[in-house]
């Protein structure tokens, strides 16, 4: 495979250092190249999936990736794309978050192939039992202060102001990439646009220390993942969109997919998932021709959602997006009742003895008796599916699914989810 040309086509290639000395290292036999990952959270989100995956292509096509979990830069921050400083968690937290996300990517690269095997490290390996005087000597001296000014994280940040702090987060992801280097014989580091800057300090360093025999030494970055319409990729309503499925369930992580613009479906595809451009290029068709059939939508949303959660989250994901949308909710277990209406207002009911009108008050979907026989009246209330328009109705005589719950809708897209103790 040529990773460099399919990088290309699948508009994964934003910067690079010299393209002609890249597709040759890359061309004569495994590469080593790593990725790192702040645990800023007890998990990644989707924002972290590109560069998981960019790595997970090149062990495909034969090289070794390491994904570096960032255990020691995770105690300071990187400034890179922050509008402001960002807030300094607790060693013990950050060791904690850095264990949970070697874990998450143990679930997309194969570290026990015998074949271009990846490798899990951590910086706080080396980061942690630094002397700060010899590495002000060693390393600071390496790095001249109208470099790092220059750099556009930096740069972006003094106006507003940048602490020493964040500062120095570029020398220690240099200092990374020279570990690596001279541990696993590292000789690419990629990430996202705003690690640019990092990622060529770095090379400087390499390049600064190796002496008389002076490396070539490789960069690439992705560009940053943007939706058409203006809003942050990875955000919703409900907030940050999490690779963990007890922070962001397998339906509502399909959903986010599914939800994806017509503009920008077909580069999601090249991006996320590992169809060939081929099978990409007949659903872009379908895009310009049958755009209501949303296709590379659900495509895009199959595929994600099994690299990520695996095949049986998937076929839950998919049942109950079936009855949410096209009706089967008493198909539904209790489980799957709570993943599909997690985010919607709930109320639990201790009684069933109290009328439709008093039920719909108590679960706050209207605010008032009035209100609520309008909306029953006017034929807006519906309970699992079924339209009630009786304001007598007694809640007794409604079917509970599997026991405890009704879904109302009111209209068609306000749903309420009620919980009988």
Request: aromatic share 10%; proline share 3%.
């Amino acid at each position: 495979m040529d990773i460099f040309k399919e990088l290309q086509e699948r508009g994964l290639v934003y910067q690079h250092t010299n393209e002609e000395a890249l597709r040759k290292r890359l061309d004569s036999g495994p590469m080593t190249l790593y990725c790192g990952f702040d645990p800023t959270a007890d998990s990644l989100h989707i924002g972290s999936l590109l560069p998981i995956l960019v790595l997970k292509r090149f062990q495909l096509a034969g090289h070794i990736p390491i994904a570096l979990v960032g255990g020691g830069t995770g105690l300071i921050g990187d400034p890179s794309g922050k509008a402001a400083e960002r807030i300094l968690n607790p060693q013990e937290v950050v060791e904690q978050w850095a264990s949970k996300i070697k874990d998450q990517l143990g679930h997309f690269l194969d570290f026990e192939t015998k074949e271009s095997p990846a490798i899990i490290a951590n910086n706080y390996d080396w980061l942690g039992s630094l002397q700060v005087i010899e590495f002000l000597r060693d390393i600071g001296k390496n790095f001249p202060l109208g470099a790092m000014l220059a750099k556009d994280a930096v740069e972006a940040r003094m106006s507003k102001g940048i602490s020493y702090t964040e500062f120095s987060y570029m020398i220690l992801q240099s200092y990374d990439y020279l570990k690596l280097n001279e541990v696993y014989g590292c000789e690419m580091q990629v990430g996202g646009s705003d690690q640019w800057g990092n990622i060529t300090a770095g090379i400087d360093l390499i390049r600064r220390t190796s002496g008389d025999q002076v490396k070539e030494m490789y960069g690439l970055t992705m560009p940053l993942v943007t939706k058409s319409d203006g809003v942050k990729f990875g955000k919703t309503e409900s907030g940050t969109v999490w690779l963990n499925a007890e922070k962001t369930s397998p339906y509502k992580f399909y959903q986010f997919w599914m939800n994806t613009d017509d503009q920008d479906v077909i580069r999601f595809l090249k991006y996320f998932t590992f169809l060939s451009l081929d099978e990409i290029a007949v659903l872009a068709e379908g895009v310009e021709k049958e755009p209501e059939k949303r296709k590379a939508q659900r495509t895009l949303a199959v595929e994600v959602t099994k690299l990520v959660h695996g095949q049986e989250a998937l076929e839950r994901a998919e049942k109950i997006s079936s009855a949410l949308f096209g009706g089967g909710l008493t198909n539904l277990t209790s489980a799957e009742l709570e993943e599909g209406f997690s985010d919607v207002p709930s109320a639990t009911i201790e009684s069933p003895e109290i009328g439709l009108v008093d039920l719909l008050i108590k679960g706050e979907v209207v605010t008032s008796k009035r209100l609520a026989r309008e909306a029953i009246e006017n034929g807006a209330i519906y309970i699992n599916d079924i339209r009630y328009t009786d304001v007598e109705t007694s809640v007794s005589q409604l079917e509970r699914l599997d026991g405890k719950y009704l879904v109302i809708r009111r209209g068609k897209k306000n749903y309420y989810l009620i919980k009988f103790k």
